[in-house]
């Protein structure tokens, strides 16, 4: 079927995310037919580098073998069985697994971001309530952080776009300074603002711990900041400072985890376990919806009573389904076998000083910045409507890009070569250029 048929078909019964329908009159929605590799390809035959993971998901391309036949497997077997009162095979094993990477010993499942953000606040709040401590049931989030957009996620989130339509509905918490290097002033390293970023908090914690439940943050990247890169000072700052006013740490993994940031989980660069770690996005690798809300023993055992009020009174229906297990098991094996994180690392520091350092070097970038498998950069001067106008122009290259305002970033699938990268450089300066030509 062509682009147009799908266009019209699309336009008139699907309400788009984080749109406004009405700018579809003028702005192209790209049906896509197949994706191969790091490639979209569309009903007419075009293709698209995805820059972006598809919204930071896809961790090893499109239509890889591995994870397809996983979730073939498993759908001979059993598609999906309620979580209260059965188990099954894949969410035992995917349990113990991901307890054996983080430490973190019971896992609660959820279906998407915003649901493991809610997952997570719920369980701290009732946390303190199980311990005799009910009055601890606010947060204290960062400036500029982004946790999901369901209402309790949106409580701990500072994006205004996201925020202000629903601000009626949305509980008042506590935000403190970001830790985001840029904004270092005159003379501070990263580590001085992370450092003065925890002086902050501390204020905060010392006067009102008697009533926070928890602090929550994105361990070393801010993404809806615009890749907002801090030192793992602060993480180790925050651990220390939350163990000291009795306060639990939740760690959003959602976007940086599964090797994105240059290790398995951000946390691990600071050297601290959170009490709480959010996972969700790479965690089937981009092939099925899955969340996971990962806790210490010390916080499931306060849950575990006679007492039916006691329990976490938390439920989704497709909780622990066994194919989107299945995916993320499969993910798993793929960071083993194909020894990713070192992959990773090596391509990372390859594309930074090949292909990406014409980027760094552009007149209109600033703070060009790296960290894992993310590569971002601030345009000076960018023109009323540079995201919509750069996402735009990277179509007409063959790529696709979605900036955040002045933000350009790229977070692409793992398995980028460095003729794609090479591709995405060159094709990325032609379609900035287009933009900011006067």
Avoid at 129 to 138: C, L
Avoid at 329 to 344: E, G, K, M, P
Wanted: contains cysteine; charged residues 20%.
């Amino acid at each position: 079927m062509s682009n147009d048929t799908l266009l019209a078909r699309s336009l008139a019964a699907v309400w788009h995310p984080c749109t406004q329908m009405k700018h579809h009159e003028t702005l192209p929605l790209i049906p896509i037919s197949h994706g191969d590799g790091v490639w979209l390809v569309d009903s007419d035959g075009r293709r698209y580098l995805d820059a972006v993971s598809s919204w930071w998901v896809n961790l090893f391309g499109h239509n890889e073998p591995r994870i397809k036949a996983a979730i073939h497997s498993q759908l001979d077997r059993i598609e999906h069985v309620m979580l209260a009162g059965f188990t099954h095979e894949p969410v035992i094993e995917l349990s113990e697994r991901l307890g054996s990477l983080t430490g973190l010993g019971h896992a609660f499942y959820g279906s998407d971001g915003a649901s493991a953000t809610e997952i997570a606040l719920k369980m701290a709040a009732h946390f303190w309530r199980n311990t005799g401590r009910p009055d601890k049931s606010r947060f204290v989030y960062l400036q500029d952080s982004y946790h999901g957009e369901t209402l309790g996620a949106l409580s701990v989130t500072d994006v205004p776009i996201f925020r202000d339509a629903y601000a009626p509905l949305i509980r008042d918490n506590f935000m403190v300074m970001s830790p985001d290097a840029r904004q270092a002033q005159a003379g501070e390293s990263a580590v001085d603002v992370a450092e003065r970023a925890a002086m902050q908090l501390e204020q905060t914690l010392a006067a009102h711990h008697q009533e926070i439940a928890a602090l929550i943050v994105e361990p070393l990247v801010q993404g809806a900041a615009g890749m907002a890169l801090y030192d793992a000072h602060y993480l180790r700052r925050a651990r220390e400072l939350c163990d000291r006013y009795q306060i639990l740490l939740i760690a959003d993994e959602i976007a940086v985890g599964f090797g994105r940031t240059g290790t398995m989980f951000a946390c691990e660069q600071a050297g601290i376990r959170p009490d709480l770690m959010c996972l969700s996005k790479g965690i089937t690798a981009g092939y099925l919806p899955l969340a996971v809300v990962l806790c210490s023993d010390t916080l499931y055992t306060a849950f575990y009573d006679d007492s039916s009020t006691r329990a976490f009174l938390h439920s989704h229906s497709y909780t622990g389904n066994p194919l989107a297990c299945a995916a993320a098991l499969a993910t798993l094996d793929i960071f083993r076998d194909d020894a990713v994180i070192s992959s990773n690392r090596s391509k990372a520091a390859a594309f930074s000083a090949g292909p990406f350092a014409a980027l760094a070097a552009h007149p209109r970038i600033r703070n060009w910045r790296q960290q894992g498998m993310i590569w971002a950069g601030d345009v000076s001067d960018a023109p009323a409507g540079f995201a919509r106008q750069l996402f735009l122009a990277a179509l007409q290259h063959g790529l696709l890009l979605r900036p955040i305002g002045a933000t350009l970033y790229f977070m692409p699938p793992y398995i980028l070569n460095g003729d794609d990268a090479a591709l995405l450089a060159h094709g990325t300066l032609a379609a900035l250029d287009s933009v900011l030509r006067p």
